[in-house]
């Protein structure tokens, strides 16, 4: 009986960091070597809101030293960051970091681009995104809408 009130007292220093810091390693590792950029997005918003609670820890740990849920709360937070039925971590960037947070977001600074345009360009990866810009520069952007529609046209033949 001892030893389930030591683990139950203890469970956030034997859970915590392989769910804090392995999976989400692993997780990342995995993401990096994956062609998609969606798990990608997941992984890096996970380690900056990490970062951001581990200087939240670091700057009132005299206060969260008396509250001794603190280290339960934080573990289940990051769980439900973790977590992928959960995917925490693409929730709170999207509707609360990137809403304050712009960085890197000027796409075609100083051009003549439509807001259309822009989003278009947004969802690229940033060598895509200069690629197309120097394309649409030497080109137009009307060479490139015809390339998508040939692209569009190709995928609906197969």
Not at 41 to 58: A, K, M, P, R
Not at 92 to 109: L, T
Request: glycine letters at 6%; aromatic letters at 16%; hydrophobic letters at 50%.
């Amino acid at each position: 009986m001892g030893v389930i009130i030591v683990i139950a007292k203890r469970f956030d220093a034997l859970i915590g960091p392989g769910v804090m810091l392995l999976y989400p390693l692993y997780a990342s590792f995995r993401a990096i070597e994956s062609p998609t950029m969606l798990d990608d997005q997941q992984w890096l918003t996970y380690w900056i809101i990490y970062s951001l609670i581990t200087i939240f820890e670091l700057s009132f740990w005299r206060i969260l030293a008396w509250l001794p849920f603190w280290p339960y709360l934080k573990l289940l937070l990051c769980m439900w960051l973790v977590l992928p039925m959960f995917s925490g971590a693409a929730y709170i960037y999207s509707n609360f970091v990137r809403k304050y947070v712009k960085i890197g977001m000027n796409v075609g600074g100083g051009t003549n681009y439509t807001d259309e345009q822009r989003r278009v360009l947004q969802m690229m990866s940033l060598d895509a995104r200069k690629s197309v810009q120097d394309y649409v520069d030497r080109f137009g952007w009307d060479s490139v809408e015809k390339a998508i529609k040939a692209a569009e046209r190709e995928t609906k033949k197969h």
